[in-house]
């Protein structure tokens, strides 16, 4: 007879988890405690070895592929409906304050009568949000009604960067209320038109995401995706754009356009390491502005020899033509508009290129659930995922969830 699944799933939990305490030992590295503090450098024991880092990916996939084996399904459809729940109940702890409040209660925890009186909220409504988070270890009740943070609760203290979450359970919560209700419009249905959106229909505002955050009353919203996108890109390899091509077989005096390139956050570690070359950043007035005084502060150098120019420009009106441009450098732009009008903007693109012009897209690719026997024969540089052992899923199953809900989260929002 052949294995089951739920044996190999074990099996994979049980050679990784070796694979990671290896690791651990050899570098004098400890697997976090689920009941400690979050920091980043508890994150150490999944970076730098990439082995290590997988194996603990796949530790993660297999347990929750174990789970969907084994509870029953109306359970783990229930959890997937009543995830609204969840993010509520993440909000309202997020409005209120708690986890600052049990910061400075540490790990005794606090009775949640003395957070009530803290922060103004209903004890015993608090106290419902705080179990149910809790059943998901998101906070810990460490004796009836007293409550401490956990690794994973701490994520929302206010002194990290929380904006961006604040911001998926409003505006994000809010348009993805109304997903079906475009989906059924037949007006709207298969629009690709950036006024057409869930987003849209929910502010009762008929506008782009970018008009309706321009709106008087949306500057907090305005100000906190800005606050939320520093925070996502600090979450990234700060020196992503060198890997996404081959900056050195460019020429002294080679211009690159970073194309919707906010704060410069790509070009920077390009300038930094590549000085030969000129840069223009491109974006809206309000964000160019913000740009400059970032850059004459951290980067002045380079703002005043014109290595890097700040420029004001609509991507769906057409480029300078004067300038002998080698890159096009776009770091996720098109993933915020439909394919209708990704067009648009790589014909202006393709209308101020040279010959010899190169397109460099940095977009996030969700791959399929299964594996794709086609995937190589594609043959597209950078777009090839790495691939989970079976019996797991392909993608590394809800592991990877984070990527396919920010691919949800931006169809109902732009």
Same mark, same amino acid.
């Given at each position: ?10 099996e994979?939990?049980s ?7 290896k690791s ?5 590295l400890?697997i ?15 970076y ?15 347990a929750?592929?174990?789970a969907?084996?084994f ?20 909000r309202v ?15 005794e925890?606090m009775?949640?009568d ?8 209903d ?9 149910s988070l ?23 203290d ?8 604040l911001?998926?359970l ?13 989906l059924?419009?037949? *007006? ?9 959106t ?17 709106r ?6 305005a100000?906190?995706?800005?606050i939320g ?7 990234q390899?700060i ?35 590549f ?9 809206q007035?309000?964000?160019?502005t913000?740009?400059?005084?970032l850059?004459?502060r ?24 004067s300038?002998?441009i ?7 732009v ?12 790589l ?12 397109l ?8 399929? *659930?299964c594996?794709?026997p ?22 590394f ?6 990527g396919?809900?920010?691919?949800i989260?931006?169809?109902p929002?732009?």
């Amino acid at each position: 007879m052949s294995p089951s699944d739920a044996g190999q799933l074990l099996e994979l939990i049980s050679t990784s988890l070796a694979t990671v305490e290896k690791s651990c030992e050899t570098r004098g590295l400890n697997i976090p405690n689920l009941d400690e503090l979050y920091h980043p450098a508890s994150e150490a024991f999944r970076y730098g070895d990439p082995v290590a880092a997988e194996a603990a990916d796949i530790i993660g996939a297999a347990a929750l592929h174990l789970a969907a084996i084994f509870l029953p399904p109306q359970v783990t459809l229930y959890q997937a409906v009543g995830g609204l729940f969840k993010s509520a109940a993440i909000r309202v702890c997020l409005e209120s304050n708690v986890t600052e409040i049990l910061r400075e209660a540490g790990p005794e925890g606090m009775h949640v009568d003395d957070i009530g009186t803290k922060n103004g909220q209903d004890p015993q409504k608090l106290g419902r949000f705080l179990r149910s988070l809790a059943n998901n270890h998101i906070y810990r009740e460490v004796k009836p009604n007293v409550f401490s943070n956990t690794r994973i609760s701490s994520l929302l203290d206010t002194l990290k960067p929380s904006e961006q979450l604040l911001a998926n359970l409003d505006e994000t919560f809010k348009a993805a209320a109304y997903a079906w209700e475009s989906l059924s419009d037949p *007006t709207t249905s298969r629009s690709s038109e950036p006024t057409d959106t869930p987003l849209s229909r929910a502010m009762g505002v008929k506008g782009t995401m970018w008009e309706i955050f321009a709106r008087p009353e949306n500057a907090f919203r305005a100000r906190r995706f800005n606050i939320g996108m520093r925070g996502v890109r600090a979450l990234q390899p700060i020196d992503a754009s060198l890997d996404a091509f081959d900056w050195k077989s460019l020429s002294d005096g080679a211009v690159v356009i970073d194309v919707g390139g906010g704060l410069g956050t790509s070009a920077l570690p390009i300038t930094r390491d590549f000085p030969g070359l000129r840069l223009f950043v491109q974006d809206q007035p309000s964000v160019v502005t913000e740009a400059k005084q970032l850059w004459a502060r951290t980067m002045p150098e380079a703002l005043e020899s014109g290595r890097v120019v700040f420029e004001v420009q609509d991507f769906f009106k057409p480029q300078a033509t004067s300038r002998n441009i080698s890159v096009f450098l776009l770091k996720a732009v098109l993933h915020n508009w439909s394919d209708e009008y990704s067009v648009r903007i790589l014909t202006n693109l393709r209308a101020a290129a040279g010959p010899d012009t190169k397109l460099v897209l940095m977009e996030t690719i969700i791959p399929c *659930t299964c594996h794709d026997p086609f995937e190589k024969e594609r043959n597209i540089p950078g777009a090839s995922s790495r691939q989970a052992p079976a019996p797991l899923l392909a993608n590394f199953g809800a592991v990877a969830d984070l990527g396919y809900q920010a691919d949800i989260a931006a169809s109902p929002v732009v």
